[in-house]
């Protein structure tokens, strides 16, 4: 038997991210010019900059 070669499939398209953003912009309102300098680094930096430990806060 010969093995067969698979494709990985994206699990959401470039597309689809599009769209849930538009919508999740659409959804959220007015914000602020702190609030989106906020967000801008949030997603510039990605977790790196998430507090861990103590300062994450309690466990649940």
Do not use: C, W, Y
Request: aromatic share 4%.
């Amino acid at each position: 038997m010969t093995a067969t070669k698979r494709q990985t499939k994206p699990l959401i398209t470039l597309d689809a991210v599009a769209h849930f953003e538009a919508e999740a912009r659409r959804l959220a309102g007015r914000v602020s010019e702190n609030q989106l300098r906020f967000l801008k680094v949030a997603k510039a930096k990605g977790k790196e900059m998430e507090p861990v430990g103590r300062m994450a806060g309690a466990r649940a």
